[in-house]
């Protein structure tokens, strides 16, 4: 038996691909799920191969949910109208299902699906991930899990983010966080305008400058408002005066 | 445009008067001068029906062919030119019309009296008529600048209204799909509010008044839609006083801010959300309220402002040029947009 979880806020929703389900006693629905947090709780609680997921709902929408996953599952999306997402997911993701869909359709994806899961594809939710998380709601906030809790970061508390071998340390009012994501993934998907790379290992929310002194020779390093000092390379003070109009 | 058409006939008969004038003044001149009533009357008319059709002949060429700052020169050189040949012409004709023992002599020592009183009457005149044709071209331009943002203003309006509905419609006729399946009753239900929704979103013109009620009635047909689609998450409370029901307010305006509150509420918050629309009449201004739960710890400010409530605060300063009408303020958790419609005398009301 192959486990089946729906994520969707709508019941309606979930109930018509309950429904479409019907047709398939192979696969086993073991959970429905109104929202990210319990979607991750049952993802995690009860390892699915194959989930169905909507995209916008309430707090962490489904891209955010499935970037704290580990190892996610095979993911067929099911969303109603969203241009930027359909374009990432024509990339990677198993199927993605416009709303409203008929059996047929539904029939596509899941045999979609079969296929691949007896290659024995590995599923391509990472690749996914790095598309999706340019997506205009992920240029707003920052989503980590913290332990077993889940923190969102709006970008504009954001003082400063440091490479730290795998993971990115995310510096902000409440301490670090960390992230397990690469910095040119941080440096492409948030605002350049207001987010510099002032150096290889420092991403720095220009916001929060209060100045920028000399330091050592050819080097500066930006004083944030809160204290902190971010070391700026000789490359990086020319994009900062750029951005800062200087 | 009828009241430029005015202005023209106004100028016009200025214009005509003005010349009269001229005229009556030149020949009483000559008359003073010693010349007979005759004469002068004849030397006037010849003179100055020449320089009109000289003026004449400068307006029009400016008329179709302002001059830019640069080209005054060869207005003024124009000027001259036509003051000159005006001179000649009109020596010409006088002599031969006039005959007299000494009105030759006059007439070549008030030749360059002549020539000056002219040139200065087609240089005031080609002066005002540059002003004036310049200012009728900046009006054009104006008009044609608003005519430019009306259209643009329409199409954006038309835009947002576009990119607000699908994500709504789409999700609807999932939720449809849904019910035939297992409660065809409610779907059949559902399409038939579907249906009036749209209609009353094709109908209705933005620049249209309407009652509360009516607008009321409206947002309740999509709040049935939204209601069916969360299921329980969704909750609504509306508090209306009579008095207020009766008020008008520009039609659709409402939807997009209860909207904003139930995508604020229920993607904000988790479990059971309460959208709150009190109506009611202050200070002689209609008053709505709409108020949704969110989380002050995940949302950003900018969500509070978003995209349906600029639409709204932008049509709302279309229709009565006030930036104070559309509030909001978020307190203990609670997310509030407060609308105040001002009573207009007359105009949109009537409509």
């Known amino acids: ?246 | 445009m009828p009241a430029s058409l005015f202005s023209v006939r106004r100028f016009t008969v200025i214009f005509s008067i003005s010349w009269l004038l001229l005229m009556a003044d030149h020949a009483a001149l000559l008359y003073w001068f010693g010349l007979s009533v005759q004469d002068a009357v004849i030397d006037s008319v010849v003179s100055n029906v020449l320089l009109l059709m000289a003026c004449l002949l400068v307006m029009n060429t400016i008329r179709y062919y302002v001059p830019g700052i640069n080209q005054y020169m060869n207005v003024f050189c124009m000027c001259i030119l036509l003051t000159i040949v005006w001179v000649v012409i009109t020596k010409w004709l006088l002599s031969g019309a006039i005959d007299g023992d000494t009105y030759p002599a006059f007439l070549r020592k008030s030749l360059v009296i002549r020539g000056s009183i002219g040139f200065l009457v087609m240089g005031i005149l080609t002066m005002v008529a540059i002003i004036w044709f310049n200012w009728q071209e900046q009006q054009k331009s104006e008009e044609r600048k608003s005519d430019a943002e009306r259209l643009a203003r329409e199409a954006e309006l038309f835009k947002l209204r576009q990119q607000l509905q699908p994500h709504f419609l789409f999700n609807s006729l999932n939720s449809i799909n849904a019910l035939i399946g297992i409660r065809p009753q409610e779907a059949r239900k559902m399409v038939q509010q579907l249906s009036d929704f749209l209609r009353g979103t094709i109908k209705k013109e933005e620049t249209q008044w309407v009652t509360l009620k009516e607008e009321m009635a409206y947002l309740q047909l999509y709040l049935d839609i939204e209601k069916v689609r969360f299921g329980n998450r969704l909750d609504t409370l509306i508090e209306s006083d009579e008095e207020s029901l009766e008020m008008k307010l520009p039609a659709l305006l409402l939807q997009p801010i209860v909207e904003n509150a139930i995508k604020f509420g229920l993607y904000d918050t988790i479990g059971a959300t309460v959208i709150r629309i009190t109506t009611s009449k202050q200070d002689g201004q209609l008053v709505i309220s709409v108020c949704n739960p969110y989380d002050p710890e995940t949302s950003t400010p900018r969500q509070g402002t978003g995209f349906g409530l600029k639409s709204v605060q932008r049509r709302l300063y279309l229709l009565f040029a006030r930036s104070d009408l559309l509030s909001t303020e978020a307190k203990n958790d609670i997310f509030t947009t407060t609308v105040r419609i001002p009573d207009l005398p007359g105009g949109h009301r009537l409509s």
């Open chain 1, 1 to 246: 038996m192959n486990k089946v979880l729906i994520i969707d806020d709508e019941p309606l929703a979930r109930s018509i691909v309950k429904e479409y389900l019907q047709q398939y006693p192979e696969l086993d629905l073991v959970a429905e799920c109104g929202d990210g947090f319990e979607g991750l709780k049952a993802i995690q609680q009860l390892q699915p191969s194959l989930i169905f997921l909507d995209i916008q709902m309430p707090k962490i929408n489904g891209f955010e949910m499935l970037e704290l996953v580990d190892n996610a599952p095979a993911v067929i999306f099911t969303t109603a109208f969203d241009e930027f997402a359909i374009k990432a997911f024509e990339a990677h993701a198993i199927d993605y299902l416009l709303k409203p869909f008929n059996q047929e359709r539904f029939d596509k994806a899941i045999a979609k699906w079969k296929e691949q899961h007896s290659r024995q594809v590995v599923a391509k939710t990472d690749d996914l991930l790095e598309t999706a998380s340019l997506s205009p709601s992920q240029n707003q906030r920052v989503v980590v899990k913290n332990g077993s809790k889940i923190k969102i970061i709006p970008v504009h508390d954001i003082y400063y983010l440091e490479a730290a071998d795998d993971y990115v340390k995310i510096h902000t009012s409440e301490g670090y966080f960390l992230k397990n994501k690469t910095m040119s993934h941080f440096e492409q998907a948030l605002d350049q305008q207001q987010f510099v790379r002032a150096h290889r290992s420092y991403i720095v929310n220009i916001q929060h400058i209060t100045r920028i002194d000399p330091y050592e020779k050819d080097n500066h390093v930006a004083v944030l408002r809160s204290g902190h000092k971010v070391p700026v390379s000789r490359g990086g003070y020319g994009k900062l005066k750029l951005v800062l109009g200087l």
